[in-house]
């Protein structure tokens, strides 16, 4: 059997989780967009819409200090 853990299947998961630390730091997405992540991007992952990279998953967990 599957076993389960804490990590993230959905894109929408992905996004929900990447909204709510976004605003729990008070930050808009254009304090975490960087080059290769646009503010439009980051609308599209939070609303579940797009699939981030591995390395965009890194640099997004370093602007919101979680990873």
Same mark, same amino acid.
């Given at each position: 059997?599957? %076993?389960?853990?804490?990590?993230?299947?959905?894109? /929408?998961?992905? !996004? /929900?989780r990447?909204?709510? @630390?976004? %605003?729990?730091?008070?930050?808009?997405? @254009?304090?975490? /967009?960087?080059? !290769?992540?646009?503010? !439009?991007?980051? @609308?599209?992952?939070?609303?579940g819409?797009?699939?981030? @990279?591995?390395?965009?998953?890194?640099q997004?967990?370093?602007?919101?200090?979680?990873?």
């Amino acid at each position: 059997p599957r %076993q389960t853990g804490t990590h993230i299947d959905t894109p /929408a998961a992905f !996004g /929900a989780r990447l909204l709510a @630390s976004r %605003q729990a730091t008070g930050l808009r997405q @254009s304090d975490i /967009a960087f080059p !290769g992540c646009t503010t !439009g991007y980051i @609308s599209l992952l939070e609303s579940g819409r797009r699939t981030p @990279s591995l390395q965009v998953v890194r640099q997004l967990a370093e602007a919101l200090r979680v990873g």
